[in-house]
């Protein structure tokens, strides 16, 4: 079997648009986020090693509710059906390591679809290469980025085209400051990952080019993975947009809409936190006109920003402490 392709960055920034390319393809099975990593394999001292049936037991339980957790529908009501087959039960019994469950649970939803190669699109995962890595050392990594003033902006908005028992939880993540750190945090993890991943193995993929040169790109793409172009891989039906919801196809209409939608404030904040970065990837920044006072509302609200956005994913995250530490120890590199 071919290596797995791992789609991480920060998010917002084209690693769902990325994943629905590559599910297009004929041989390539891509779901929806499967968060094995931060959901699971973080909480192994808790959940056990795979040596007893109960300690298996309680890693099953949480595959079973995986998808559903993090509001991926129809790859929830797919796994809801293979556990309920007493052979995909007695394969996932079977396995001794995580690294085992884990394929297991993948190449059996492969195997569904009729596809011969699995990917995982999770964009939280450049936190986790080091144990994807050793999960799977040659495994091809795609990394997206994008401009941070577009992440922030649709950061900021994807509330409005998300599902009703997900808004204020979306609404609660947003904060100029904290947005920012995150895409800061998860960029500078692409020079740990290029110190773990072999260069033919890893490639960092910008949104932008994604989006205005999209047939040259999916086949570098594939180049990069070691398949073939298919012409129906551009035929992708949405992006995950956070704002055109009944907008179909792939579009570069979302490539610095910031300049008419973010305020100047929350742009000053992003450049100034994030500029060696965006330069590094060739984005330019710019002067921008901002009200003082503004910006110091924000940096003042910045603690109950944090506050909030670490309350609102309480249930969707590994462990808190792991959790913080990843992202300030990639912040402080």
């Given amino acids: 079997?071919?290596?797995?392709i791992f789609v991480v960055g920060p998010p917002r920034s084209g690693t769902t648009l990325t994943a629905k390319i590559l599910g297009r393809h004929s041989r390539i099975f891509m779901p929806g986020e499967t968060h094995f990593f931060d959901d699971i394999y973080s909480r192994r001292r808790e959940l056990g090693e795979l040596q007893s049936a109960e300690s298996i037991g309680r890693v099953m339980a949480r595959l079973k509710t995986l998808y559903g957790r993090y509001n991926e529908k129809p790859d929830q009501e797919r796994v809801e059906g293979l556990l309920q087959k007493s052979d995909v039960i007695e394969d996932l019994k079977g396995c001794r390591s995580y690294q085992e469950i884990f394929s297991c649970f993948m190449q059996i939803q492969m195997r569904l679809t009729g596809k011969v190669r699995w990917g995982n699109n999770v964009p939280k995962d450049i936190f986790?290469?080091?144990?994807i890595m050793s999960f799977y050392p040659h495994a091809k990594i795609l990394i997206c980025i994008r401009d941070v003033r577009d992440f922030l902006l649709s950061y900021q908005s994807k509330w409005k085209v998300t599902s009703e028992e997900h808004v204020e939880r979306m609404k609660s993540l947003y904060h100029p400051i904290v947005t920012s750190l995150l895409w800061k945090a998860s960029v500078k993890q692409i020079g740990r990952v290029e110190g773990l991943v072999p260069p033919k193995n890893l490639m960092v993929l910008r949104y932008e080019s994604l989006v205005e040169k999209t047939e040259s790109v999916v086949r570098e793409i594939c180049r990069f993975i070691g398949e073939d172009f298919e012409p129906d891989m551009l035929d992708v039906q949405e992006q995950n947009s956070s704002f055109s919801v009944n907008q179909n196809g792939i579009y570069s209409s979302s490539v610095e809409r910031w300049r008419?939608?973010?305020s100047n404030e929350e742009a000053y904040i992003a450049q100034k936190l994030t500029k060696s970065r965006l330069e590094r990837f060739g984005y330019r920044t710019v002067e921008l006109k901002i009200n003082p006072l503004k910006v110091a509302y924000i940096w003042a609200t910045l603690p109950y920003?944090?506050?909030?956005?670490?309350?609102?994913?309480?249930?969707?995250?590994?462990p808190l402490v792991p959790y913080v530490v990843r992202r300030t120890v990639a912040l402080m590199r």
């Fill in 260 to 262: 008419r939608m973010l």
């Fill in 128 to 131: 986790h290469m080091k144990e």
């Fill in 305 to 318: 920003g944090l506050w909030r956005a670490l309350h609102a994913n309480k249930t969707i995250r590994g």
């Fill in 1 to 4: 079997m071919a290596p797995p």
